[in-house]
């Protein structure tokens, strides 16, 4: 994976479109349930996919390009903030005849700024 992701980044670069690009990698749950001999691939976080502990929700991601400094973003992110802090990230505020920041038209909220500044997330719990 290292290698393809290297593959793609110098290809993006190489045409000229690096500068306007964000990847993201991200997971959708924790590590599945082990038997009780094995280890957690989770430790040291509590449970595993499916189950409402850490290790079932708090997952490994990034986000990375020009546009971000690099750095860890402690803040809390949910799922459905992706969404609305990539429509920020690419300068999209409407959808139809919609606001997406004032008409609350998506359920999750905006971390762009705090991620491009690594300052405090807009969620709080």
Same mark, same amino acid.
Request: charged content about 20%; hydrophobic content about 35%; overall charge positive.
């Given at each position: 994976?290292?290698?393809?992701?290297?593959?793609?980044?110098?290809?993006?670069?190489?045409?000229?479109?690096?500068?306007?690009?964000?990847?993201?990698?991200?997971?959708?749950? =924790? *590590?599945?349930?082990?038997?009780?001999?094995?280890? &957690?691939?989770?430790?040291?976080?509590?449970?595993?996919?499916?189950?409402?502990?850490? =290790?079932?929700?708090?997952?490994? *991601?990034?986000?990375?390009?020009?546009?971000?400094? &690099?750095?860890?973003?402690?803040?809390?992110?949910?799922?459905?903030?992706?969404?609305?802090?990539?429509?920020?990230?690419?300068?999209?505020?409407?959808? =139809?005849?919609?606001?997406? *920041?004032?008409?609350?038209?998506?359920?999750?909220?905006?971390?762009?700024?705090?991620?491009?500044?690594?300052?405090?997330?807009?969620?709080?719990?």
């Amino acid at each position: 994976m290292d290698d393809t992701v290297r593959d793609i980044v110098n290809k993006l670069k190489k045409t000229g479109q690096y500068n306007n690009t964000l990847i993201i990698f991200i997971s959708d749950n =924790g *590590a599945r349930k082990m038997p009780t001999y094995v280890k &957690s691939s989770n430790f040291p976080l509590r449970g595993f996919k499916g189950s409402v502990y850490e =290790g079932g929700t708090k997952v490994p *991601a990034f986000f990375h390009g020009p546009a971000i400094k &690099s750095h860890r973003y402690a803040g809390l992110f949910h799922s459905v903030d992706i969404l609305p802090t990539i429509l920020t990230a690419v300068n999209i505020t409407r959808t =139809g005849q919609q606001s997406v *920041a004032k008409e609350k038209v998506l359920d999750g909220l905006n971390h762009w700024e705090a991620m491009k500044r690594n300052t405090v997330s807009p969620r709080k719990h």
